[in-house]
């Protein structure tokens, strides 16, 4: 896609590794957990780990982000000590059948990520936004890896009650709150000299229905606010899709390339996937159409 002026490349410093993307990067979501929302129990064992993250390979992924606990409202986590051991088995294993191959962990605890590194992981994917844990943000920093901040500012997913504490007909606030979070987080993060940042707005997480609509709709707001922090979209097979629709998980395939065409069309810079080859289609498709307009940056709310 190059030539395209739409899409701002990015590079990340992965261990003595420098990566760079010139287009939208996929990454493939490989849930080593029994209870996750959608896929959960699937990828449990080594060997069914090593052969769902061989797949995403052969189906174009660029990241494999592997978590072992689930993050859906309502799910218990593990202690850190538990979670970090089954990391760090995931990761060492799909480390060895694939030794080139770019590795996140998804992980709120900086234990788990510290152990995780050490076994060969790149990138360190924080669902917490450094609130679970107030390690993290020094641990990256000692590490010095990539880190995914994600916008979830109102408790864990074992506090499902803290889901809608920002009234549900004041969908204004909601991209301010964004901006003021990744504003206050990026300048911490950067003091303690954290150099790879990437911004995740959250979707699903401590949000309504109708706000996570309202900050997909703007989020092109974010690219242009923070142009040196590549943006990460999180919208797979989501709630705020199959619950829209009244369906299932299993029948949210087809919003997901509707929301994630949306995403792309506003400038997110990375996809995180179920489907590795179905966004692969997406990003393809999109960047075509974007290469013959003008719509760079465009909001969907006029």
Request: with cysteine.
């Amino acid at each position: 896609m190059n030539g395209n002026n739409y899409f701002s490349p990015f590079v990340l410093r992965c261990g003595s590794r420098l990566v760079s993307y010139d287009r939208p990067a996929v990454m493939g979501i490989l849930n080593a957990t029994p209870d996750s929302f959608y896929d959960g129990g699937r990828y449990t064992d080594e060997a069914a780990i090593v052969e769902r993250a061989e797949q995403m390979v052969r189906e174009g992924v660029d990241i494999v982000d592997i978590g072992v606990v689930s993050t859906r409202p309502g799910a218990v986590l593990l202690s850190p000590d538990d979670e970090a051991r089954r990391l760090v088995a995931a990761v060492a294993a799909v480390r060895r059948h694939l030794p080139e191959a770019v590795i996140s962990v998804d992980t709120c605890y900086a234990l788990p990520a510290r152990a995780a590194v050490e076994a060969g992981a790149d990138i360190v994917n924080d669902i917490g936004g450094g609130d679970f844990d107030p390690a993290m943000f020094d641990t990256v920093a000692a590490l010095q890896t990539p880190y995914v901040l994600m916008l979830n500012p109102y408790g864990s997913p074992e506090e499902p009650t803290g889901l809608s504490r920002i009234p549900a007909d004041v969908t204004d606030e909601t991209m301010p709150q964004a901006v003021k979070f990744f504003s206050q987080r990026i300048a911490l993060l950067r003091e303690k000299g954290v150099a790879d940042i990437i911004i995740d707005p959250g979707f699903g997480f401590s949000k309504t229905l109708q706000q996570n609509y309202r900050l997909l709709a703007n989020l092109g707001e974010l690219r242009t606010l923070f142009p040196t922090t590549p943006l990460l979209v999180a919208l797979s097979r989501k709630s705020m899709i199959y619950k829209l629709l009244d369906t299932t998980p299993d029948d949210a395939l087809t919003g997901t390339v509707a929301l994630h065409t949306a995403a792309l069309l506003q400038g997110a810079q990375l996809l995180r996937v179920h489907d590795v080859r179905v966004a692969r289609h997406t990003i393809k498709v999109t960047s075509e159409l974007m290469s013959n307009g003008n719509c760079h940056g465009t909001n969907l709310i006029y």
